[in-house]
């Protein structure tokens, strides 16, 4: 079993949808998750970063994270053809500290059709 | 110039060929990364320096060679590779200890013939 599973998609959906974008993980010493968008070409940015279990809105972005479940989400309201990317979930166990290599997703296509 | 910087953007080498990647960092940061992109694939962690010192080397082969000389470059050296290693190669930079996220560079596209 890998240790992040993430649906490479691609996803399709009209301009101005919620979106939702998932992965799901095996290792449950993971505490802090992030998701980064990556546009051709570039390298990943950063979108959301969260720690432990809850939500966290940041405009029309979303972050959900259920340890108990080892599920974490995103969902993009009112979405634009600007936000056709790939969206890549990411986790650390993270000491604190020290320098963690993050663990990744493959990644989610996301594709916003106008 | 802010954030994290690679160059070359794209490299085209022959397996006999002998190449580096540069990376430079202007956020203050003391950890450095090196991924690995490929198509398919979810990136994979090559190689993570903290305060110059390498702490981890993720079973990575001896034809990748990295090298930190202060906190703000990274260069990963490259010899006799093979057209598999051909892939988008990430330099990322962190502050340990802060809860920030890593800010990653654009990458530099390296083809092996």
């Known amino acids: 079993q890998k240790e992040v599973e993430q649906d490479p998609g691609p996803l399709s959906v009209p301009e101005g949808a919620i979106v939702s974008l998932n992965c799901t993980y095996s290792n449950s010493a993971f505490q802090y998750f992030m998701w980064y968008r990556q546009y051709s070409r570039k390298g990943p940015e950063l979108l959301m970063y969260t720690y432990s279990s809850g939500n966290k809105e940041d405009g029309r972005f979303t972050a959900q994270v259920d340890k108990s479940s080892k599920y974490i989400s995103l969902f993009i309201r009112d979405s634009q053809p600007s936000d056709s990317a790939t969206y890549l979930c990411?986790?650390?166990?993270?000491?604190?500290?020290?320098?963690?290599?993050?663990?990744f997703g493959k990644g989610t296509h996301l594709i916003i059709q106008p | 110039e802010t954030g994290v910087t690679q160059t070359p953007r794209h490299l085209v080498m022959g397996m006999t060929n002998k190449k580096s990647l540069k990376c430079e960092q202007h956020?203050?940061?003391?950890?450095m990364y090196w991924y690995k992109q490929s198509a398919k694939k979810p990136l994979e962690l090559m190689f993570v320096y903290n305060f110059k010192e390498q702490t981890e080397n993720n079973s990575v082969p001896s034809r990748f060679s990295p090298e930190c000389p202060n906190s703000s470059h990274l260069f990963l050296h490259l010899h006799t590779l093979q057209p598999e290693d051909s892939a988008l190669y990430l330099c990322?930079?962190?502050?340990?200890?802060?809860?920030?996220?890593?800010?990653f560079g654009s990458g530099t596209r390296l083809t092996v013939v």
């Open positions: 956020l203050g940061h003391n950890a």
């Open positions: 990322a930079s962190s502050q340990p200890g802060t809860r920030y996220g890593y800010t």
């Open positions: 990411a986790m650390t166990a993270y000491s604190g500290g020290g320098a963690d290599g993050l663990t």
